[in-house]
């Protein structure tokens, strides 16, 4: 057993190097991957920064979901016969320019890093989304705030919300650049 606690299993003194790169990878696998939930804002990248560090020290890959909600437009009914849905074209830009927007964001964070990092727009509830995503993950990782109105609460809806669901850890990232500025 190693300092990570994986066991290994082979041959002592084997030089077999398919059998050494199997283990490898099969080590590698159970690691699992780290799951990042992003808005865009910055404490959401404070996450990514830290996960892109962690992953960088476990050798494992990241994946980045970001969501996207499609507002609810009432009384629109008659607009169909007119040949526009604005539903369906709203649903499809956000989700457009959501899959744009997180994937720079992963584009951005694996420069000069030497982690794999795989990214997802979501239409869903952050945190439903964020927990379906994060099922088979060794871990989740999202910031302490993201675009809720009260600025000094500490822990955000969705942090609240995925941090007893999760199926694995979960760890909360502060904005430390922004944690001065609080009252």
Request: net charge negative; charged share 20%; glycine share 12%.
């Amino acid at each position: 057993m190693d300092d990570r606690g994986n066991n290994y299993s082979g041959t002592a003194g084997s030089n077999d190097l398919d059998a050494a790169q199997i283990r490898l990878t099969t080590v590698h696998r159970s690691l699992g991957r780290i799951v990042v939930g992003v808005d865009g804002v910055s404490g959401s990248g404070a996450a990514l920064d830290w996960a892109v560090s962690e992953a960088q020290l476990r050798g494992v890959p990241i994946h980045v979901v970001m969501t996207w909600q499609e507002s609810q437009i009432y009384g629109a009914d008659g607009i169909g016969t007119l040949g526009m849905n604005p539903l369906e074209d709203t649903a499809r830009e956000l989700s457009t320019a959501t899959s744009r927007e997180v994937a720079q964001l992963a584009e951005n964070a694996s420069r000069g890093h030497d982690v794999m990092i795989t990214s997802e727009a979501v239409e869903g509830h952050p945190a439903e989304a964020l927990l379906l995503a994060a099922e088979d993950a060794a871990m989740l990782v999202v910031g302490s705030r993201g675009h809720g109105g009260l600025a000094g609460v500490l822990l955000g809806s969705v942090g609240q919300h995925v941090v007893p669901h999760a199926r694995c850890p979960v760890v909360v990232v502060p904005d430390l650049m922004h944690e001065a500025d609080r009252p």
